[in-house]
């Protein structure tokens, strides 16, 4: 990298408001972890936000922040009928 090339940079991160820095930070983030794990819709950066993965395939997927009547109807609907790993109906509870 020549002194002129890191001249320009240095003067484009000064010229940059600590919004604008922050976006592009987590922009950045976003786009190097997103290309690691493909099938994630959605990264959660340092800074305690949610951006979409750039490099994510499959159908669209709801904000991990989002929530909604149906989802809660759709999330306790049977009862609880599912099965949860490593655990039979017939475990005593160990107290």
Same mark, same amino acid.
């Given at each position: 990298?020549?002194? +002129?090339?890191?001249?320009?940079? =240095?003067? =484009? !991160?000064? =010229?940059?408001?600590? @919004?604008? *820095?922050? +976006?592009? =930070? #987590?922009? !950045?983030?976003?786009?190097?972890?997103? +290309?690691?794990? #493909?099938? %994630? %819709?959605?990264?959660?950066?340092?800074?305690? #936000?949610?951006? $979409?993965?750039? *490099?994510?395939? @499959?159908?669209? !997927? %709801?904000?991990?922040?989002?929530?909604?009547?149906?989802?809660?109807? !759709?999330? *306790?609907?049977?009862?609880? %009928? *599912?099965?949860?790993? @490593? $655990?039979?109906?017939?475990?005593?509870?160990?107290?």
């Amino acid at each position: 990298m020549t002194y +002129s090339h890191e001249r320009d940079d =240095a003067l =484009a !991160q000064e =010229a940059m408001t600590m @919004g604008e *820095y922050n +976006s592009m =930070a #987590t922009r !950045q983030y976003a786009d190097a972890h997103g +290309s690691d794990d #493909t099938t %994630a %819709a959605w990264i959660l950066t340092p800074f305690d #936000t949610w951006e $979409r993965n750039p *490099y994510y395939v @499959g159908p669209a !997927q %709801a904000h991990p922040e989002d929530w909604s009547d149906e989802l809660e109807a !759709q999330l *306790y609907a049977d009862d609880f %009928a *599912y099965d949860l790993p @490593g $655990r039979d109906d017939d475990d005593e509870i160990p107290y």
